[in-house]
C-alpha cells in the first residue's frame, strides 16, 4: 500500500496544505497541481520575456521550505510546476533545496509545432465549436498536449525525490506512483481506471475532504484546519481516501461523491491519455471515521488520439461595480446601467458583448433565483468584452463618474478604475498520440 | 406533494468550458429512483431559463445514486471568455436545489 497526498488542487490554493500533509503524518508521495487551462499563455509570456523563466515560481521555495522533512521521511513529489519550462524549474528547486534529486519529464510543449502538424493535414478542431485552428494561427499563445502517467513513472524510476512536468492530465500526477511502485503496464486499463479515479477524488485538495461540500457544511469540523486529502492506493487497483488525524474537515460517502461528479461529462467514459474510465463500474463505501473505499473500477484502452490545451489571444475585457442602497437599490442599479451603456453608445463604442448583473438580486442564480423584495443594497457589476482595446479602456472610465453623475447615494468605488484585461481564451483539440514524444531527465 | 430537491439530494456543480454540469447525489438509495423521475433534462432547462442556452444533457450514475447534468452555453461563453462572475457555474448546484418536484408522502422515508 502507498500512501499519495495532494496538497494543491490549483496554482492559488492553500499554501499551508503541502506542509502540513508532510508533518502531519506518515505519507510515501506528495503531488501538486499547478495548472489550469490557461496558465501555460502566462508561463509562456514570462520565458518570452526571461528564458530562465516559465514555470511556477512559488514551487522551489516551497521545496525548500520542506526539503529537510521529504529527506528525513523518504516523501517523493510530483508536480506539473514546470509549466513550459521544467528544466529551469529544476535548476531553481536544486537551488533552493540542493542535495535532492530532481528529474523532468519533456515533451508537451508543441508551440513550435503548429505549423508542422497544420502542414500534415491535422486540422486541431476545436472540440467544442468545432472549427479549424488555422481561423486563430495568428493568435496562439500557447500549446501542450496532455501526457498521460507512464512518463511521469519513467521519471520515479530514476530515483528521482522530485518529479516535475509540463502538461499533464490531473490525475497522472497521482497515477504515477502507482504505475511506479506497482508495475502496472498501459494495458492495465481496469487498474489504470482506479487509479485515475482515485486522483479524480484528490486532484482539488480539500474539495473531498469538507470543502466547497454542501452536505452538512455547518457542521464541518475545524474547517481552518482542513485536513488535505490522502489516498492509501493498493496494488490491485483498489483505494481508500483519508486524511490526517487531528486534521479539520470530513471524508464521507457523500462528500467524495460530491467531488467524484465535478466537471466531468459522460461519466461512462471519462477520456485520459492512459485509458477510457467508467465511473458508473465504480463501488464506493464508507470503511470507518473520515475514510472511503473504492473498488471495482473498470477501464477500456486509451484513445488514439490526445487532447491538447491551446490558448490563445480572444480580446479584452474588463468590469466594474458600483453599489446602491435603499430605497429603490435595484431602480438606482438599472439606472446606472442605462445610463452607461447610453453614453458608450454615444461615443461610437463598440462590444462584442455588454453584461450586466445585479448582486442581491440575481446574479447568480438568473431566472431561478428566489425573488427579493426591497432589497437594502445592490451591487450592479457591468462587464465588456471586445477586440478593440481602447474601447474596452474607455469604459473603464465610464463608471466612477456616475457617483457624481448619476443616481443618488452611488458607492463601492473604492478600489479605483478596473483593469483592462487580455482575454487568452483556451482552444480543446486533439493531436495523433504518435506525434508526442516525451523524455526523461535528470536535472543536475 | 411538491417539494424542493434540497429534501432529497445535494449537489456540486462545475463547469467545462461553456457547460455547466450539475451533479445531483441522492440522500438515501431509494430516493434515486425519484430522480430519475423528477430531474428531466426538460425540466432543468425550464428550471434555469434563459440562462442555459443549449439543450441539458443527463447522466445516469446508479452506483452512486446520482445524475450528472451538463448544461449547455449556460456560462457565457466560459473560462476567461465570459463576463459572468460566477464563469465556472460555483453556485448552480445550490441554485437548483430549490427546483419543485413531485412525490408521494410514503416515498420520503426518512
Known amino acids: 500500500m502507498i500512501r499519495i497526498a495532494n496538497g494543491q488542487g490549483f496554482w492559488g490554493d492553500w499554501l499551508e496544505a503541502p506542509v502540513r500533509l508532510v508533518d502531519g503524518g506518515p505519507i510515501d508521495y506528495l503531488t501538486l497541481d499547478y495548472l489550469a487551462e490557461v496558465t501555460m499563455s502566462i508561463l509562456q509570456k514570462q520565458r518570452q520575456q526571461d528564458p530562465e523563466l516559465g514555470y511556477a515560481r512559488d514551487f522551489p521555495p516551497l521545496i525548500g521550505r520542506i526539503a529537510k522533512k521529504l529527506r528525513e521521511r523518504n516523501i517523493k513529489v510530483v508536480a506539473n510546476a514546470g509549466g513550459v519550462n521544467p528544466v529551469a524549474c529544476a535548476r531553481a528547486v536544486l537551488k533552493a533545496a540542493p542535495g535532492l534529486k530532481v528529474a523532468v519529464v519533456l515533451g508537451d510543449d508543441v508551440l513550435g509545432r503548429i505549423d508542422e502538424f497544420l502542414g500534415k493535414g491535422y486540422e486541431m478542431r476545436n472540440i467544442d465549436t468545432r472549427e479549424p485552428l488555422s481561423t486563430i494561427r495568428d493568435r496562439i499563445l500557447s500549446a501542450n498536449a496532455y501526457i498521460g502517467a507512464f512518463p511521469l513513472a519513467e521519471a520515479l524510476a530514476t530515483g528521482a525525490d522530485v518529479v516535475i512536468s509540463g502538461r499533464c492530465a490531473d490525475a497522472a500526477l497521482v497515477v504515477a506512483p502507482m504505475i511506479h511502485r506497482f508495475g502496472w503496464g498501459p494495458e492495465d486499463y481496469d487498474k489504470l481506471a482506479a487509479g485515475i479515479v482515485a486522483g479524480h477524488i484528490i486532484e482539488c485538495g480539500a474539495q473531498c475532504s469538507g470543502g466547497n461540500c454542501q452536505v452538512d457544511w455547518q457542521n464541518i469540523p475545524d474547517p481552518a484546519n482542513i485536513g488535505y486529502p490522502i489516498v492509501e492506493a493498493e496494488p490491485d487497483g483498489s483505494f481508500a481516501v483519508t486524511k490526517h488525524p487531528g486534521t479539520g474537515g470530513r471524508i464521507d460517502s457523500h462528500g467524495v461523491k460530491e467531488q467524484l461528479l465535478y466537471e466531468i461529462g459522460d461519466p461512462r467514459q471519462y477520456m485520459t491519455p492512459d485509458c477510457v474510465v467508467d465511473f458508473t463500474s465504480l463501488h464506493l463505501e464508507d470503511t470507518g471515521p473520515d475514510r472511503v473505499r473504492g473498488c471495482g473500477v473498470r477501464g477500456g484502452p486509451r484513445p488514439a488520439m490526445l487532447k491538447a490545451s491551446i490558448s490563445f489571444h480572444a480580446g479584452w475585457k474588463a468590469s466594474g461595480t458600483l453599489v446602491y442602497s435603499w430605497p429603490n437599490a435595484l431602480e438606482k442599479a438599472r439606472v446606472a446601467d442605462r445610463i452607461t451603456r447610453q453614453r458608450l453608445d454615444q461615443l461610437g463604442l463598440r462590444f462584442d458583448e455588454i453584461y450586466t448583473e445585479y448582486f442581491g438580486v440575481n446574479a447568480c442564480h438568473g431566472p431561478a433565483a428566489r425573488r427579493v423584495d426591497d432589497p437594502p443594497e445592490v451591487q450592479v457589476r457591468i462587464g465588456v468584452r471586445g477586440a478593440d482595446k481602447r474601447a474596452v479602456d474607455r469604459f473603464t472610465r465610464e463608471m466612477i463618474p456616475l457617483v457624481l453623475t448619476g443616481p443618488p447615494g452611488g458607492t463601492g468605488y473604492g478600489e479605483g478604475r478596473p483593469e483592462v484585461r487580455q482575454i487568452v481564451a483556451y482552444w480543446p483539440a486533439l493531436i495523433p498520440r504518435d506525434e508526442i514524444h516525451t523524455r526523461v531527465e535528470v536535472v543536475e | ?110
Open chain 2, 1 to 110: 406533494m411538491r417539494i424542493s430537491l434540497s429534501r432529497i439530494a445535494h449537489t456540486r456543480s462545475g463547469d467545462k468550458g461553456d457547460i455547466a454540469n450539475i451533479g445531483v447525489i441522492a440522500w438515501q438509495p431509494q430516493y434515486y429512483p425519484i430522480l430519475l423521475r423528477e430531474v428531466t433534462p426538460e425540466r432543468v432547462k425550464d428550471f434555469f431559463g434563459e440562462m442555459v442556452k443549449g439543450g441539458v444533457d443527463r447522466f445516469e450514475l446508479p452506483n452512486l445514486h446520482a445524475l450528472n447534468l451538463m448544461l449547455h452555453r449556460a456560462l457565457g461563453g466560459g473560462g476567461t471568455v465570459s463576463l459572468r462572475t460566477d464563469a465556472q457555474g460555483k453556485t448552480l448546484g445550490a441554485a437548483l436545489l430549490a427546483m419543485e418536484i413531485e412525490v408521494d408522502e410514503r416515498e420520503l422515508t426518512d
